[in-house]
């Protein structure tokens, strides 16, 4: 008997350089399990094709022309079944970058990620893994950490404080490994638990501290001990 294989997984290009998109469309095409079905040159397209063809995933540059992706992200994920929204970034725009994170975007790339890496990274986003390799983690840390007015950091560090005290001690290791910039497998192995109790634990420190993926989580745990 067959196995039923499952349909591609369908994803919008959003960029203005016509280059990126060929490269992208080029590195997914090369793989049965992913369909590029429609490309967006700015923020205002992207909202079209994206209701058109309800695609699962959008890769989603942030400057561009007429209207930027961080505006086109904050209406898509306000929709009843919005797609996974991947921001594609070059790191020069940190600012945009974290409000798009703040949004709830469901992962971060860098351009020049890998062949390789763009795969997992876009089949993990549509599987509901937001996707952050550990240098961009740091980055967006880094990012969001400097340049904070001091008031506003005690602030912080009093509301990261209360929403920890709520987790539990195996809850915090994993927290503080993620703000680390650990993978799932890592943790696993440095806490000496199985990749599926990390996976769990995970799941429930999202939804006890209300966020959307790990970035959110390590600010907190940045928040919480600086």
Not at 191 to 203: D, E, F, I, M, P
Request: proline letters at 6%; glycine letters at 6%.
């Amino acid at each position: 008997m067959n196995a039923v294989v499952p349909p591609p997984i369908r994803i919008v290009l959003v960029d203005d350089d016509q280059l990126v998109r060929a490269a992208l469309s080029l590195i997914i095409g090369g793989d049965a399990g992913l369909l590029v079905v429609g490309e967006a040159s700015d923020g205002a397209q992207a909202i079209d094709v994206v209701r058109e063809q309800h695609p699962d995933v959008v890769l989603m540059d942030i400057r561009m022309p007429v209207r930027d992706g961080l505006s086109a992200t904050a209406e898509l994920l306000t929709w009843r079944t919005p797609p996974r929204i991947v921001v594609l970034t070059t790191f020069d725009s940190d600012d945009m970058v974290l409000r798009a994170l703040r949004l709830g975007s469901h992962g971060f790339l860098l351009k020049d990620t890998p062949p390789p890496d763009l795969i997992a990274a876009i089949k993990g986003a549509a599987a509901g893994r937001p996707m952050l390799s550990p240098s961009v983690t740091t980055q967006l840390i880094t990012a969001a950490t400097a340049r904070v007015p001091t008031d506003a950091r005690r602030t912080a560090h009093a509301t990261a404080r209360r929403a920890l005290d709520q987790l539990t001690t195996r809850e915090l290791d994993i927290a503080r490994a993620i703000s680390r910039g650990l993978s799932n497998a890592e943790i696993a192995t440095e806490l000496y638990l199985s990749v599926a109790t990390v996976k769990t634990h995970t799941g429930r420190l999202f939804a006890k501290l209300a966020v959307e993926n790990r970035v959110q989580l390590a600010l907190i745990v940045r928040d919480a001990e600086d």
